[in-house]
């Protein structure tokens, strides 16, 4: 075995992430790094008994190299057995529709491909090839941007199912050893533009350092990445504990209690505050210092006072508290005067309907909806003689449905005229009424979740299920279906409190 081969095994076990019986998928792109994984896991499974399948992802961005880059992955896989999934996908109609930049939207839909095609082979593990060079320009991105402990530990190891086994390892010692294996690889001519910031880094910025600084210079930011991770996991503990005692959420809007808030040291108070900025933006995207410290502000504020900040959010004093909340969506042509009013800690409560997509729900899979920050799992489970309705999960969010009344379902969030049936003889109430009957505060109502089967409600998440779409005795196949709430952090936080 090589010497690269016994680096990146033992960088494994270190971070334990792979084991005997695991089912491993690797994205795999026909470039360099990525062919390297896929032969380091090849020799692995010498040692540790796991299976491997492939994906690929065509972005129909590049034309004839793109086709000439997914034909190399397929005989490949061909060549030494391995199972292979590829995705073509209309990368620049996804990027416009969901108003994000390609790269954005090309890592967006790589992991949910990923994610699918995990579910499809029964696997729990994704292994990427993210290496040192890649977690260098990260750290000085996130540096030139202005960024705390998250941006500092650079790229994680492991992040739940999420794995990056050539982490260890730098481009020169990637190259050497495909050469050494007399093994070839693509090469994506856009990757050498200087037209990214990414790109930029990685030409311009990083050989300078190599070459004017310190030859090791990469090496050894990615060893400070590694003790900042480590700090940066003591940090996040400790934030978790304050978050729960300082923050009231409720799916996209987040209330800084002031008085527990000021308890905190002035670091965990920051984190807190980037902690809510992060979980409503869908990510730490675009999120510096001075964003957290304009919120931070706020608490020294007369009430009313407020910033617009990343990822559609906006800040808001408030008598005993500062709110975040999610406003990355149109105003509705017309509003209830009620819902027109400033409510009575002076945060004007604009009716609003949702520009959010309405996202078609994967059954059985996971879909994922940025927008509102949602992961739906979807499982179809048979009913057999001997079911009872004591097993029906009386969990927030996770429900049964019947299956076998269903068409086809979407979330989406609240549309004029949206009703929900409220008991087995079939009656309905508006939705609008309900809100009002169970005190949902206005501004809040156009950004909770609903599932719909067409123009019903089958379920408005995290509260009630419509009656019409409950198990019966003639439901043959029961629907179930998981919502979490999830951030770009490894520890996930649920919707409103826990599920």
Known sequence: ?????????????????IENGDRVIVGISGGADSVCLFFVLLKLQREIRFSLAAVHVNHGLRGADADADEQFVKELCEKYNVPLEISRIDLESIAKKRKQSLEEAGRDVR?????????????????LAHH???????????????????????IHPVNGQWIRPILCLNRQEIEAYLKEENQTYCTDLTNLETIYTRNKLRHQVIPVLETEVNPAA???????????????????????KAFKRCVDVNVSCYRILEKEWRKLPGLLQKEVIYSCLEQ?????????????????GLFDKQTGREWNLPGGIRAARSYNEVVLEKTSHALAESCSREE???????????????????????????????EMNLEITARILEKDGGFK????????????????????LYIRTRKSGDSIVIDSGGHRQKLKSWFVNEKIPANERSQIPLLADGQQIVWIIGHRMSSAYQISGQTRRILQIEVKCYSSRSDRIPCSKAP
């Open 111 to 127: 992991r949910e491909t990923f994610v699918r095609v995990m579910l499809q082979y029964s696997g729990n593990r994704i292994a």
């Open 218 to 240: 990469v090496r050894h930011m990615n060893e400070t990445m590694e003790q900042m991770c480590e700090l940066q996991k003591f940090v996040e503990q400790e934030t978790q």
């Open 340 to 370: 027109q009013e400033t409510n009575t800690e002076g945060i004007k409560n604009n009716c609003k309907t949702d520009t959010f997509p309405k996202v078609k729900v994967q059954i059985p899979g996971i879909t994922v909806v940025p």
């Open 280 to 296: 409503l933006g869908g990510s730490g995207k675009d999120l510096g210092r001075v964003h957290v410290g304009a919120v931070e």
């Open 1 to 17: 075995m090589r010497n690269l081969e016994i680096k990146v095994r033992e960088y494994i076990n270190r971070y334990q992430m």
């Open 389 to 408: 309705v004591s097993e029906i999960p009386q969990k927030k969010y996770t429900k049964w449905f019947d299956y076998d009344i269903m068409n086809c």
């Open 132 to 154: 040192q060079n890649d977690n260098a320009e990260t750290m000085l991105w996130n540096l030139a941007r202005g960024t705390g402990l998250h941006g500092l530990g650079g």
